[in-house]
């Protein structure tokens, strides 16, 4: 250092001892250590609050985009839910009413026996009621061979009203009584199915319409 002074001389046991301008200096090292090691320290933690809340922005940004493009789809959404609604009503329509229903099982049972099947059992059970259709189960046996069963199935299409009939549990085997006859014997549950009056509807929506 100036003034010949050696600080491989300096009294580290001892720092009040040391020159004035020794001490000066090592005092602004220090100082200057000290606000290095705060600014490091202050600006590290705001860069990475700066990071966190870019990555904030960015998540808010994608959220705010999604929302925004399900709003502008939101409108034809609504119009293509209101067109199915439309068409659901008027393929329900297009099913038998209360009064049709008596006279669309006879029917049913009828086309059987002009198909040549013969009915050992055929008994309607009592009717199911959903939101906007009833069902009516029918518990039936019926024996007849395959063509015969093939015209009753294109006998009941051919039926004036639009009848829909879904199988459940049922078992279709030939007959044991003679092997390779060809007779078969379809047993088990058939659902047909037709439209709710709005009488039969409407006191279910004021029910709904009541309850908050």
Known sequence: M??????RNLDT??????????????????????????WYLVVSGQQDMLAAEKAKEQTLRTDFEGKQARA?????????????????????????????MADL?????QTALASGIQN??????????KEFYAEKPIALRM????????????GVASLPRVVIMTMH???????????????LVLEGTIKTYRYLEEDETAPEASVQGGVH
């Not at 050992?120 to 009621?129: M, R």
């Not at 549990?169 to 390779?180: C, E, M, N, Q, T």
């Open 13 to 38: 046991s001892n720092p009040g001892g040391w020159p004035g301008s020794v001490k000066v200096f090592f005092c602004g090292i220090l100082a200057a250590l000290i606000l290095f090691l705060g």
């Open 169 to 183: 549990d049922i078992s279709l085997k030939p007959r044991d009584d003679k092997r390779g006859s060809g007779v």
């Open 72 to 100: 502008v789809n939101l409108e034809p959404l609504k119009q293509q839910l209101a067109d199915m609604e439309i068409m659901l009503q008027q393929m329900l329509r297009q099913l038998p009413g209360r009064t049709e």
């Open 143 to 154: 024996v007849g061979t395959y063509h015969q069963f093939g015209a009753f199935v294109s």
């Open 105 to 109: 099982i006879v029917d049913i049972s």
């Open 120 to 129: 050992e059992l055929f008994q309607p059970q009592a009717e199911i009621k």
């Open 2 to 7: 100036s003034g010949g002074f050696d600080l």
